[in-house]
């Protein structure tokens, strides 16, 4: 049975220090990666990868129990809560996280094409593309705070959820059977602007995004490639935004899934990168996913009391990846 509507488990006026606290611990990480490669740019290996990518997962599962404990901490402390469960708050927020968690995760696989139509187009050394997708990361993060801010204040009004759930089911049905196409990067506005405005120089210089040559500043190939990768998780946010809050309406749940999932996607490309061509049926479960968030925004909530048990939405999400997932790998195991 889903828990009653209760007030904000994590208003800001109260949970402004967790806010800051993850924010400090997140930008501690990248600080961290980021000093212990400078000056060693490398090819990220595979054992390198499955590292990254276990240590991020992990982390994220260790954020999940954490709050719930900290739920069962705080819940019973608080005075607008009176009258609730606090162990089934404290539940309910866990696994509206790890839902949020989920959906993002399987919706950034996406971007994992994009990742590699942009490395190709600019020919980006492979030594280099982590370096990109830090700096890539770094400034999805900021657009997806902006973002979710925004979301946050749209829910406030009633048609808003309607008309989200609608465009999440639209989309859905479009990732699912419509025709498969990638972004052209030399189509791009922001790009072809930038060309207009900076000269940009004709090969790499190391590392470097900008350089300085006879008494000017160049962008390099490097700077184009980052340029379009934040355009493209723009473009990836309109949808993925909107389907976590139709999972929870906390701003911090979807704040943290989602930087989670974003932050866990740099070594997860250099995992799968040489595989993504081999999910042929990726796009039939993201197109499941977006359509069920997208009914459950607009239709099942109000069906529900106003809440759809989320344990079900976990367990449906879950379905549809493991699914597409097993269907991808059979067909695959078929064509040998």
Known sequence: MAVALHPELFPMARAWWLYGLFCLLILASLYLDLRGRE??????GHREAIHGVVFWI????????????FGLWEFPLDPS???YD???LAKQSSLEFLSGYLIEKSLSIDNLFIFLVVFDFFAVPEKYRHRVLFYGILGAILFRALFIVLGSLLMQISWVPLIFGVFLAFTGLKVAFGPESHPDPSKNMLVRLLQRIL?????????RFLVREGGR?????LLLALLFLEFTDIVFAVDSVPAIFAITKEPFLVFTSNIFAILGLRSLFFLLAGMASKFHYLKYGLGFILCFVGLKMSWLDAQFGGHFPTTWSLAIILTALISSGVFSAL???NKR
């Open 199 to 207: 000269p940009i120089a004709p090969a790499f210089h190391n590392q």
């Open 86 to 88: 606090p162990r089934a």
């Open 58 to 69: 992990g982390l994220a599962l260790l954020f999940c129990g954490g709050l719930y404990c």
């Open 217 to 221: 500043w160049l962008g390099t190939p």
């Open 331 to 333: 067909l695959q195991k």
């Open 81 to 83: 809560l009176a009258g």
């Open 39 to 44: 000056g060693r740019e490398h090819v990220i």
